[in-house]
């Protein structure tokens, strides 16, 4: 059964600041995987999704990298910034058609 | 305006009541889900349909149901309120791709508080 942790569940940084979030799970046969941003109220919003033969995405400050083999994830935001405060999500989908979800890391951008 | 929308989106009610949360979707996708999430754990699925006439079981479906209304709704009922229901619920949509599994897109959420 597919398990997907996210390590740290809070994470605290000054503004400016470099930072990678983490996410591995248990099985390496996926079919992508999705980073999500949660914010109180606005539901939950998809920023990058990585295909199972893809190494890497990026959007603007941000990059996600995938490497199956060792089932882990990365979510690197650069330049932080206030406005990045909220909760990241990652999910994984597996053969069923199903999204498998991490418990997300909560992350504050101090000014 | 919003792709995905859910009404409502604060419900108290009481044990033993039936209740509907209602997802509506312009986004012209095929797949619409239902997910609940708890405090400090991961979204669960709760239900999801491929096509009006498809609706199959997730992972956590015991005392909910489901209907798909049309393309563009899909309504998950509590049928007997219980307070262990008490979470925030999400309705999603996505296409199937060409041949990939595309992102979901996700209402606003519909905190609900059974007492």
């Known amino acids: 059964k597919q398990e997907v942790t996210q390590i740290p569940a809070a994470l605290s940084v000054p503004e400016g600041e470099n930072l990678v979030l983490n996410c591995s799970f248990t099985?390496?046969?996926?079919?992508?995987l999705q980073w999500f941003r949660q914010d109180p109220g606005k539901g939950l919003t998809s920023l990058l999704l990585?295909?199972?033969s893809q190494r890497e995405q990026t959007s603007g400050r941000l990059n996600a990298s995938l490497d199956k083999s060792s089932g882990r994830s990365t979510l690197y935001i650069a330049a932080s910034q206030p406005g990045d405060s909220a909760t990241y999500l990652c999910?994984?989908?597996?053969?069923?058609?199903?999204?498998?979800w991490g418990a997300g890391t909560k992350l504050i951008i101090k000014p | 305006d919003a792709d995905v929308t859910q009404t409502p989106r604060n419900r108290i009610t009481k044990t033993g009541k039936r209740i509907m949360l209602e997802c509506s979707q312009t986004?012209?996708?095929?797949?619409m889900y239902w997910y609940r999430q708890d405090p400090g754990l991961g979204l669960r699925l709760i239900y999801y349909?491929?096509?009006?006439?498809?609706?199959n079981k997730g992972e956590i479906s015991d005392g909910y149901s489901v209907s798909r209304q049309a393309q563009a709704k899909f309504s998950l009922s509590l049928e007997s309120a219980i307070p262990n229901q008490t979470a925030l619920y999400f309705c999603?949509?996505?296409?199937?791709?060409?041949?990939?599994?595309?992102?979901?897109?996700f209402g606003p959420g519909t905190r609900l508080t059974v007492t």
């Open positions: 999603a949509t996505s296409d199937g791709g060409t041949g990939q599994l595309g992102e979901q897109y």
């Open positions: 990585i295909q199972s």
């Open positions: 999910a994984v989908r597996g053969s069923n058609y199903q999204l498998i």
């Open positions: 986004k012209g996708h095929d797949r």
């Open positions: 349909s491929f096509d009006v006439k498809d609706i």
């Open positions: 099985d390496s046969a996926i079919y992508n």
